[in-house]
């Protein structure tokens, strides 16, 4: 029996926008690190802060070429498990899994975080609230992990939001 072409293994491309812009919040955590953390670091390592953030992205770029090389080895879309499960085996496959999720939590929370005080920031700059208190941006921070979570568990309430001509339609 001969395999149809669309029954193919392969990925499924089912990004949505929804998902692509969660994406790129994610990514802008390590960048959000660059910005904020050099001021902490400067009073212990003073000049040489550029220099530790050059020997990080030394390293960041030696892991993506790893990453390269297995993808070009293992056709797999298990990520960290996969290539770690199949490199190390699958014990510590599983290990660097649940790390790899526990940093993508934790990126949502820390970039959450700071969109909460750059956002506190900003409404105090331009006087919408002029004096909030000392929790505001726990606050925010709040509504935007509960927005980015309604937006994760109903992906249509997202369209019915943002586009209503494009909302599904109930029967």
């Known amino acids: 029996m001969e395999a149809s072409p669309s029954s193919a293994p392969g990925l499924k491309r089912s990004l949505s926008v929804w998902a692509a812009v969660g994406l790129s919040v994610a990514l802008m955590a390590p960048s959000m690190a660059a910005n904020i953390n050099p001021q902490a670091s400067a009073t212990t390592a ?4 550029p220099l ?3 020997i990080a992205a030394v390293g960041v770029l030696l892991v993506a070429y790893s990453f390269v ?3 070009q080895y293992f056709h797999h879309s298990g990520s960290v498990y ?3 499960g199949a ?3 699958p014990r510590a496959g599983v290990v660097a899994g649940w790390g790899l999720l526990g940093t993508y939590t934790f990126y949502a929370v820390v970039t959450s975080t700071a969109a909460g005080i750059f956002g506190t920031a900003f ?3 331009v006087g919408i609230w ?3 208190p000392s929790w505001a941006p726990f606050v925010l921070l709040a509504v935007a992990l509960t927005l980015s979570l309604l937006l994760a568990i109903m992906p249509g309430a997202a369209r019915a939001c943002c586009c209503p001509s494009r909302a599904p339609r109930s029967r």
């Open 46 to 49: 003073g000049r040489a802060v």
């Open 52 to 54: 530790t953030f050059l």
């Open 69 to 71: 090389r297995l993808c």
């Open 82 to 84: 996969a290539f770690v």
């Open 87 to 89: 490199t190390l085996g």
């Open 123 to 125: 409404l105090q700059a």
């Open 130 to 132: 002029p004096h909030p």
